[in-house]
């Protein structure tokens, strides 16, 4: 079993910056993919961003390509999401998950944190 749990959120003002960290703990880090998703009020839940265990390899959604930067820190069992130039539409619960595959992470997680607010003003 993997406990994550986010940190971070809050409320920015448009074109802004938050960094959300999310640390693991519970079994083994080792090996994990790690994913950031989100959800707006009234709207599914959608995939962020992703970065494979060694962090060589990252994913993310179109609408955040070159704003977002997912990061991690194996030694300290820590995921981040760099967010900047933030948008109103980017308000959502955030959520860290994790998953044993990259693939796996982006869309069926193994694991689920109880998520972050940011909520952005315009």
């Known amino acids: 079993q993997v406990q994550l749990v986010e940190s971070g959120g809050g409320l920015v003002q448009a074109g802004g910056s938050l960094r959300l960290s999310c640390a693991a703990s519970?079994?083994?880090?080792?090996?994990?993919?790690m994913g950031w998703f989100r959800q707006a009020p009234g709207k599914e839940r959608e995939f962020v961003a992703a970065i494979s265990w060694t962090g060589g390899n990252t994913y993310y959604t179109d609408s955040v390509k070159g704003r977002f930067t997912i990061s991690r820190d194996n030694a300290k069992n820590t995921v981040y999401l760099q967010m900047n130039s933030l948008k109103p539409e980017d308000t959502a619960v955030y959520y860290c998950?994790?998953?044993?595959?990259?693939?796996?992470?982006?869309?069926?997680?193994?694991?689920w944190g109880q998520g972050t607010q940011v909520t952005v003003s315009s």
């Open positions: 519970g079994r083994t880090f080792s090996g994990y993919a």
């Open positions: 998950a994790a998953a044993m595959t990259i693939a796996a992470v982006t869309t069926t997680p193994d694991y």
